[in-house]
């Protein structure tokens, strides 16, 4: 909330301070300290598009410190490239064909803070193999992802992992999953589902993800090797 292009406007945050159970007194407190600057939502230009849920997810991510991912299938929305996403925008059901921009957009706008000089969002992610193999778009789409995931790889705040196919079992086979983490709040557990998501703020329920995510990290190649994987794969897809 200290950031300005990253900041909510008051009515939001009282919502995501409600979320969180805070006290009544310091939520009036916020929401006066923020009146003079309310001038909407950092996603007002996608609102049309942006489901309930995932616009709860978008304050939150916004409000965060760091955030760790699990993604078995394909590249994360954090680390797509346009082309990539556009792609994966085009194959979606529930994204209606005029709408495929502005979701594209969207996705890369919530990207932006992974290079903000100000306030970077330090980033833990890990991949599986398959996720680096799967085809979207075009060859020329794929490359590009790939570079762009070593790029990002390079950066101080970002820590890409992937996990090899060869590992077999881990703790997070039942699927994705992303934990969020505060300054001022207990971290949270997010999982989404076709049309809605799971919010935990539980303890005892995010601790159990947060050990997933220890596990998944330990079992995952380390970045250097992880970036050695994606530069194999980069230079295998060379026409």
Same mark, same amino acid.
């Given at each position: 909330?200290?950031?300005? %292009?990253?900041?909510?406007?008051?009515?939001?945050?009282? /919502?995501?301070?409600?979320?969180?159970?805070?006290? *009544?007194?310091?939520?009036?407190?916020?929401?006066?300290?923020?009146?003079?600057?309310?001038?909407?939502? =950092? =996603?007002?230009? =996608?609102?049309?598009?942006?489901?309930?849920?995932?616009?709860?997810?978008?304050?939150?991510?916004?409000?965060?410190?760091?955030?760790?991912?699990?993604?078995?299938?394909?590249?994360?929305?954090?680390?797509?490239?346009?082309?990539?996403?556009?792609?994966?925008?085009?194959?979606?059901?529930?994204?209606?064909?005029?709408?495929?921009?502005?979701?594209?957009?969207?996705?890369?706008?919530?990207? %932006?803070?992974?290079?903000?000089?100000?306030?970077?969002?330090?980033?833990?992610?890990? @991949?599986?193999?398959?996720?680096?193999?799967? *085809?979207? &778009?075009?060859?020329?789409?794929?490359?590009?992802?790939?570079?762009?995931?070593?790029?990002?790889?390079? @950066? *101080?705040?970002?820590?890409?992992?992937?996990?090899? !196919?060869?590992?077999?079992?881990? *703790?997070?086979?039942?699927?994705?999953?992303? @934990?969020?983490?505060? /300054?001022?709040?207990?971290?949270?557990?997010?999982?989404?589902?076709?049309?809605?998501?799971?919010?935990?703020?539980?303890? !005892? /329920?995010?601790?159990?993800?947060?050990?997933?995510?220890?596990?998944?990290?330990?079992?995952?190649? &380390?970045?250097?090797?992880?970036?050695?994987?994606?530069?194999?794969?980069?230079? &295998?897809?060379?026409?």
């Amino acid at each position: 909330m200290e950031s300005g %292009r990253y900041g909510q406007p008051p009515g939001e945050v009282a /919502k995501l301070l409600a979320f969180y159970d805070a006290d *009544p007194d310091r939520i009036a407190r916020i929401v006066a300290l923020g009146q003079e600057d309310d001038t909407g939502s =950092w =996603w007002a230009p =996608w609102a049309g598009v942006i489901p309930d849920w995932l616009r709860l997810f978008a304050g939150l991510e916004g409000m965060s410190q760091s955030v760790f991912f699990y993604e078995p299938l394909a590249v994360h929305g954090l680390l797509q490239t346009e082309g990539y996403a556009t792609a994966v925008a085009a194959g979606a059901r529930r994204v209606r064909p005029a709408d495929a921009d502005l979701v594209v957009g969207f996705r890369m706008e919530r990207a %932006r803070r992974l290079v903000d000089h100000e306030n970077p969002l330090v980033l833990q992610a890990v @991949l599986e193999e398959t996720a680096l193999h799967r *085809p979207v &778009g075009d060859r020329e789409v794929m490359r590009g992802q790939l570079a762009h995931l070593l790029a990002l790889n390079r @950066l *101080p705040n970002i820590d890409i992992r992937v996990i090899r !196919t060869s590992a077999g079992v881990h *703790p997070a086979l039942a699927g994705q999953f992303t @934990l969020l983490q505060f /300054k001022d709040f207990s971290d949270v557990a997010y999982v989404e589902l076709q049309e809605d998501a799971i919010y935990l703020h539980d303890p !005892t /329920k995010v601790r159990a993800y947060n050990m997933s995510a220890e596990s998944l990290r330990a079992a995952a190649l &380390g970045p250097r090797e992880t970036n050695s994987l994606i530069a194999s794969l980069i230079e &295998g897809s060379q026409p």
